[in-house]
């Protein structure tokens, strides 16, 4: 069974730093892509970055300078970086993973097969 697990969301003054952690098991990191998407509340869920299973990356122009996605093969772990955080980043963040068989879109939650449950960020001004 494929599980997901994301940590290290949290409440952040306008301006910090977070690094996000996303824990697979059931799959691995090397054959599958890594996306973190974020949904705020009453808006739809947005792409922030992914990293193929190359290990090219691709970032929302939103997070585009003060983010950095990145993985570890060997412990199966995904990371998202988070610098110079702003309120409006405020949402819960969820990581997702995708199969080489899906659509090639990174962008697209409809690309992903897994999905964790999200850890919230809060970013006060």
């Known amino acids: 069974q494929v599980q997901l697990v994301e940590s290290g969301g949290g409440l952040v003054q306008a301006g910090g730093s977070l690094r996000l952690s996303c824990v697979a098991s059931?799959?691995?990191?090397?054959?599958?892509?890594v996306g973190w998407f974020r949904q705020a509340p009453g808006k739809e869920r947005e792409f922030v970055a992914a990293?193929?299973?190359?290990?090219?990356?691709y970032y929302a122009d939103s997070v585009k300078g003060r983010c950095t996605i990145s993985r570890d093969v060997a412990k199966n772990t995904a990371y998202l970086q988070l610098n110079s955080l702003k309120p409006e980043d405020t949402a819960i963040y969820y990581c997702?993973?995708?199969?080489?068989?899906?659509?090639?879109?990174?962008?697209?939650?409809?690309?992903?097969?897994?999905w964790g449950q999200g850890t919230q960020v809060t970013v006060s001004s």
């Open positions: 997702a993973a995708k199969s080489p068989l899906r659509s090639t879109s990174y962008a697209t939650p409809p690309s992903y097969n897994y």
């Open positions: 059931g799959l691995t990191f090397s054959t599958y892509g």
């Open positions: 990293i193929t299973r190359s290990g090219g990356t």
